[in-house]
C-alpha cells in the first residue's frame, strides 16, 4: 500500500525558512509526478508546486522565486525548501503523487495527511 508521509513542518517567524519532505513506502514507482499542496483555514486548497516525471518544476505565482521543489527519486523523498516565509504562507502543506505525468497538474492519485506551517509577523 502506498502510503506518502510529510515532516517538517512548524513554527517560524517572516522571513524564516523551513524544509519540508514528503516520504513515499510501498511505492513500485521510479518516475512518478509529485507535487505539493496547501490549505490555510477557512480557505480552499491550493496547489504550490509539482516536479514531474521529467524533472520539470513549476510554482505557483506566490510562491515563485522563494520555494525550491525537489525530488529524491532513490529515496522516494520529495521536499519543499521555503525560504522568506510570510504569514500568509500558514497553512497545512500535504504532498500528492501520481505513477507518471508531466506539466504541473498530474492527476494526484496518492496523498499525504499533511504538516502544518505556521509564520508569525
Known amino acids: 500500500q502506498v502510503q506518502l508521509v510529510e515532516s517538517g513542518g512548524g513554527s517560524v517567524q517572516a522571513g524564516g525558512s523551513l524544509r519540508l519532505s514528503c516520504a513515499a513506502s510501498?511505492?513500485?514507482?521510479?518516475?512518478?509526478?509529485m507535487g505539493w499542496f496547501r490549505q490555510a483555514p477557512s480557505k480552499e486548497r491550493e496547489w504550490v508546486a509539482a516536479i514531474d516525471s521529467d524533472g520539470v518544476t513549476s510554482y505557483a505565482d506566490s510562491v515563485k522565486g522563494r520555494f525550491t521543489i525537489s525530488k529524491d527519486n532513490a529515496k522516494n523523498t520529495m521536499y519543499l525548501q521555503m525560504n522568506s516565509l510570510k504569514p500568509e504562507d500558514t497553512a497545512i502543506y500535504s504532498c500528492?503523487?501520481?505513477?507518471w505525468g508531466r506539466g504541473s497538474r498530474c492527476p494526484y492519485n496518492y496523498w499525504g495527511q499533511g504538516t502544518q506551517v505556521t509564520v508569525s509577523s
Open positions: 500528492a503523487a501520481v505513477r
Open positions: 510501498g511505492y513500485p514507482y521510479s518516475r512518478p509526478c
